[in-house]
Structures are given as C-alpha cells and as structure tokens.
C-alpha cells in the first residue's frame, strides 16, 4: 500500500517569502500525486497534480511542484506568499492500477504574517 | 451549479444516536466519496461510490453505512454515534476516475458526539 509523509507540520513563513512544502511518498508502483489547499472553514481544492510526463507541474495561484522519483519526492513550492496563501496543503497519492483510493498526508499548516 | 452540497453544517450527537449526513452533487459526476478529517491524520477515505447502486468500503468504514440511489445523492449514515467519530466529514465527487480527475470537495460537515 502506499503511504504519504509531510515533513512539517506547521510553516510559518513572511510575506513575499518563498516556502517549501516537503512531501515523500512510498509506493513499490507507478503513482500519481497531488497537492489540495483547504482555506479555513472550506473543503479542499486541488492546486496541481503529477499524472506524467515533465516533472515540474504547475498549479494555480503560482504553486508549482517538481516529482523526483529517485526521491520519491514531491514538494510544493511558492517564491512570493501573500497574506491569502494562508491555509492548510495536503500531499496525496494513489497508484496508476487503482482507480478510486488516494491516501493523503497527515497535511502542513502555513501561516503567512505580514 | 452549486457543485458539492453537505447538510447539516454542525451537528451534536449523544453517544448511540443515529443520523445521516447529506452529500449531493450537481455535476453529474460518476465517483463520490466519504472522508474524516482528524487533527495530524488528515483525510481518511470511508466510502466511496462508483456509480448509482456501487458503493465500496475505504480505508476506515466501520460504523458507517452508505447507499447511491441517484448520481446525485450520496447520504452517510452513522449507525451508532461513537466519541470516536468526533470529526470533519467532507463528501467529494470526480468525473470518473478519482486518481486523476479532479476530486471536488464540498464544504464540509463538522459532527461531535458527547
């Protein structure tokens, strides 16, 4: 079965910062991976997803994402945050023969001050 | 479209109640899903439904019940309220294929059980 792991729990971080959202997965198969951002008080929507091909995914909101299957890595980044860009980021992943099941990651809380 | 609807809102329960939460969907989507929320867990699939009369368990489905009469309607039933499904519970819904559709997230039921 696969599993995720968020490295960080919570990330604090300045506006106009740049931020790094760590995420690794296991699998012993080909995967597909995704980033979801819950805002507070909502459910999640998705940001960008891995399914193949370039390595480096872009996402909406000036979120990219680079896959390393060497690593099995796939970690979630932003060069300027802004005050909005507070929330919660998940990290998910399925494997390419299973068509229903994503396992998510236990999620990074981002916290941008002024 | 209103996308993905879940009533109620908030919801208190006694230990050993019963009650169903409501999940509908507007986009004629084939896929819907059940997950819990918990603090450092984050999602956690309990079931999910391939299409009108297919539902299958998740990751933790003890203690809840589903059935899809409708493409529409995906209704989760608590049989017996535990303390333990103290929860967030979020109803999604994708095209088809959940490891690669977009899954889209409904806003989210907040359950305590005393």
């Known amino acids: 079965a696969q599993s995720v792991t968020q490295l960080d729990s919570q990330v604090p971080v300045f506006e106009e910062a740049p931020v790094e959202l760590r995420c690794n997965y296991s699998s012993s198969v080909s995967v597909y991976l995704f980033w979801y951002v819950q805002y507070p008080n909502q459910g999640l929507q998705l940001l960008l997803k891995y399914l193949s091909g370039s390595t480096l995914v872009k996402g909406i909101n000036g979120f990219e994402a680079e896959f390393n299957k060497s690593q099995t890595s796939f970690h979630l980044r932003k060069p300027s945050v802004h005050i909005s860009d507070t929330a919660e980021y998940f990290c998910?992943?399925?494997?390419?023969?299973?068509?229903?099941?994503?396992?998510f990651g236990a999620g990074t809380t981002v916290t941008v001050r002024a | 479209n209103a996308g993905v609807t879940q009533t109620p809102k908030f919801q208190v329960l006694k230990t050993g109640q019963s009650m169903t939460l409501q999940c509908a969907q507007d986009?004629?989507?084939?896929?819907m899903s059940w997950y819990r929320q918990d603090p450092g867990m984050g999602l956690r699939l309990i079931h999910y439904?391939?299409?009108?009369?297919?539902?299958d368990q998740g990751e933790v489905p003890n203690g809840y019940n589903v059935s899809r009469s409708t493409t529409e309607d995906f209704p989760l039933r608590l049989l017996s309220a535990a303390p333990s499904q103290t929860s967030v519970y979020f109803c999604?819904?994708?095209?088809?294929?959940?490891?690669?559709?977009?899954?889209?997230f409904g806003p989210g039921t907040r359950l305590t059980v005393l």
């Open positions: 439904s391939v299409g009108a009369g297919i539902t």
């Open positions: 998910a992943v399925s494997v390419t023969s299973n068509d229903y099941k994503l396992s």
């Open positions: 999604a819904s994708s095209p088809y294929r959940a490891v690669t559709d977009t899954q889209y």
């Open positions: 986009m004629n989507h084939e896929y």
